[in-house]
C-alpha cells in the first residue's frame, strides 16, 4: 500500500513537470510571436517595384504617404491608396505621382481603424505592386 502511494505520488510529481515544461513553452512561443504581430499591424509599409524603378512608403506615425521614383528611366511613378470600408467596394483615397523631379513626393493621409487600406504603385511605363491591406 506504501509503496503503491509512492508510486502514485511520483507519477503525478511527473505530469505536473510536463505541464510546467509546456505551459513555459507556451509563454514563450506567445512573448516571442504577439510583438511581430503588434508591429506588422501599427507599423510602417513599403512597397518596391521592380528593378529600382520606384517605391511606395507609409510611415505610421504621422500618417504620411511617400511616392518615389527612384530611376531616371523616362518614366514616373503613380502610387494610389485604396480604402475599404465595411460595406461597398474599395474606393480610391488618394492618387500622387512622382518623377522628373529630385526626392519623392509627400501625401498625408490620416489612416484610421474603420476602414482596411491598400497601397497601389505604378510604373508609368507598364507594371505595378499592391501592398497587403491593412488599418491601423
Known amino acids: 500500500m506504501f509503496k503503491q502511494k509512492q508510486e502514485e505520488e511520483e507519477m503525478n510529481k511527473s ?4 505541464v510546467a515544461v509546456v505551459a513555459g513553452a507556451a509563454a514563450m512561443l506567445a512573448a516571442s510571436v504577439t510583438p511581430a504581430q503588434a508591429v506588422e499591424a501599427k507599423g510602417n ?15 505610421d506615425d504621422g500618417d504620411v504617404f511617400k511616392i518615389c521614383d527612384t530611376k531616371a528611366d523616362g518614366h514616373g511613378v503613380t502610387g494610389y491608396l485604396y480604402k475599404q470600408g465595411t460595406v461597398g467596394s474599395a474606393v480610391i483615397a488618394f492618387k500622387e505621382a512622382d518623377g522628373g523631379d529630385a526626392g519623392c513626393d509627400k501625401h498625408p493621409y490620416d489612416v484610421g481603424m474603420l476602414a482596411n487600406y491598400q497601397m497601389h504603385l505604378f510604373w508609368n511605363g507598364g507594371g505595378s505592386v499592391l501592398s497587403k491591406w491593412f488599418h491601423e
Open 45 to 59: 509599409m513599403t512597397i518596391y517595384l521592380p528593378k529600382g524603378r520606384g517605391k511606395m512608403i507609409f510611415h
Open 15 to 18: 505530469r505536473l513537470t510536463r
